[in-house]
């Protein structure tokens, strides 16, 4: 059993900002702070998606990951995705991933949600958590990603 727990960001929004950062350094680049701000922000509106939760340890953030309604423009036909799925570096490989995925799923399965996606650029990574690899995509404007596919009920 660990010391970390999941809440939504809505109960710690003081964590908007090194969330944004963490998100925007590890997935964005010098144009898209905003983006991820924007995306943070939306999380606090009290709407289902998108949401954020945040991983503590003590009240210390060690994580993130978010639900979103479309986290691959080119696949909108696919709903809802895990997405931005971000551990501080001293606590990869503690077993914080599987937890805020788990969580993620059991929030979506909580929901009625019958499947969770995901895109990722690597490989072999997710599929040691139960993801099943369903083709490749393209993120904007022409890089190749891999697919994820979660069956939740």
């Known amino acids: ?9 809505s109960v710690v929004p003081t964590l908007c900002e090194p969330i944004t950062d963490w998100l925007w350094r590890a997935f964005g680049c ?3 702070r905003e983006f991820f701000a924007s995306i943070i922000q939306s ?14 340890d003590g009240d210390q953030p060690v994580g993130t990951v978010g639900v979103w309604r479309c986290d ?8 809802p995705w895990l997405a931005a799925l971000y551990i501080t ?6 077993g ?6 788990r969580h993620v799923i059991a929030w979506c399965q909580a929901r009625g949600y019958p499947e969770l996606y995901l895109y990722a650029t690597c490989s072999g990574y997710y599929e040691r958590f139960g993801w099943h690899y369903i083709g490749d995509a393209l993120d904007y404007p022409d890089k190749v990603v891999r697919l994820y596919h979660r069956q939740l009920c």
């Open 96 to 101: 914080l991933s599987d937890q805020l995925q």
């Open 1 to 9: 059993m660990s010391a970390w727990r999941i809440v939504p960001l």
């Open 72 to 79: 691959l423009i080119s696949r909108q036909d696919l709903f």
């Open 89 to 94: 570096p001293a606590r990869r490989g503690t």
């Open 30 to 32: 010098d144009q898209s």
């Open 43 to 56: 999380s606090l509106n009290g709407k289902d998606l998108p949401v954020t939760f945040v991983a503590l």
